[in-house]
């Protein structure tokens, strides 16, 4: 089993920019394609970018394309996500989960970003 938790959340105004980092504890880290998911409020979760075990593959969603980047320390067993130019329509609690293909397994508890306009 993996433990998963995410930090770095918080308030921001519009064009700012934060950087979450997904920390994992239990079976190898490096063993898992990684993944960074949001859920606003009345909205189901949706997938934002994941990235493989080497960090050699990196997928992102259409509307983090160009202003998020997801990366991966494997030596420190974190994964992480920086937003810039963040937008009041990036509001939402953001996960990270290990992935099987595309499927999400273990899930962290998540953090709440907040962008004000």
């Known amino acids: 089993q993996v433990q998963l938790v995410e930090s770095g959340g918080g308030l921001v105004q519009a064009g700012g920019s934060l950087r979450l980092s997904c920390a994992a504890s239990?079976?190898?880290?490096?063993?898992?394609?990684m993944g960074w998911f949001r859920q606003a409020p009345g909205k189901e979760r949706e997938f934002i970018a994941r990235?493989?075990?080497?960090?050699?593959?990196?997928y992102y969603a259409d509307s983090v394309k160009g202003r998020f980047t997801i990366s991966r320390d494997n030596a420190k067993n974190t994964v992480y996500l920086q937003m810039n130019s963040l937008k009041p329509e990036d509001t939402a609690v953001y996960y990270c989960?290990?992935?099987?293909?595309?499927?999400?397994?273990?899930w962290g508890q998540g953090t709440q970003v907040t962008v004000s306009s």
């Open positions: 239990g079976r190898t880290f490096s063993m898992y394609t």
């Open positions: 990235i493989t075990r080497s960090g050699g593959n990196i």
């Open positions: 989960a290990t992935l099987v293909g595309s499927s999400p397994e273990y």
